[in-house]
C-alpha cells in the first residue's frame, strides 16, 4: 500500500475510472481538461488516498484498490 494522488470519474456518484497523478497540481490540471468535455453525469475530483497498487506488463503501477479511511 502507498499514498498517491488519484484522479476519479464518476458516473452517477460511482467510481468508473481512477488513474494515478504525480502530484496534485498535476491532477487538477487533467481535472480540468476533462471537466471542459460537457456530461451532467459525469464528476472529477482528485484525492490524496491509501491505495493497494498493481504493476502492469509494460512496468506502470496502477491503482487495484482505493482505501477510504
Known amino acids: 500500500m502507498e ?3 488519484a484522479l ?3 458516473v452517477n456518484h460511482e467510481i468508473k475510472e481512477h ?3 504525480d502530484s496534485m497540481s498535476v491532477c487538477l490540471k487533467h481535472k ?3 471537466s471542459r468535455q460537457i456530461n451532467e453525469n459525469i464528476e472529477y ?3 490524496k488516498t491509501k491505495a493497494e ?3 502492469n506488463i509494460d512496468g506502470t503501477q496502477s ?3 482505493i482505501i477510504l479511511e
Do not use: D
Open 53 to 55: 497498487l498493481e504493476t
Open 32 to 34: 480540468r481538461e476533462a
Open 8 to 10: 476519479l470519474m464518476f
Open 63 to 65: 491503482i487495484k484498490k
Open 45 to 47: 475530483k482528485c484525492i
Open 19 to 21: 488513474r494515478i497523478q
Open 3 to 5: 499514498i498517491v494522488v
